[in-house]
């Protein structure tokens, strides 16, 4: 599977949204290339959804495809 996928089949899967740098730990995909793959998943249309994008660097910003649930 390549990088693409490992991180739009993550961005589907989260319902809290995940951050690129947990990316690297989750599957094993870089940071600036998971923020790379967001950057084109949204130009190719994606519902990306974001938290946190105005207080954090991009790759602590959580990401999403489809809603993010808040709160526990």
């Known amino acids: 599977m390549d990088e693409k996928q490992k991180v739009k089949d993550l961005l ?3 319902r809290f949204g995940v951050s690129a740098l947990e990316m690297e ?3 094993n995909v870089n940071r600036d ?9 949204k130009a190719e249309g ?3 959804q974001t938290f ?7 790759e602590l910003v959580l990401y999403s495809i489809g809603a ?3 709160g526990i």
């Open 12 to 14: 589907v899967a989260t």
């Open 25 to 27: 730990t989750i599957i």
């Open 33 to 41: 290339i998971a923020l790379a793959v967001i950057a084109e998943l």
């Open 46 to 48: 994606e519902d990306i």
């Open 52 to 58: 946190g994008e105005d207080q954090n660097p991009a």
């Open 68 to 70: 993010i649930e808040e």
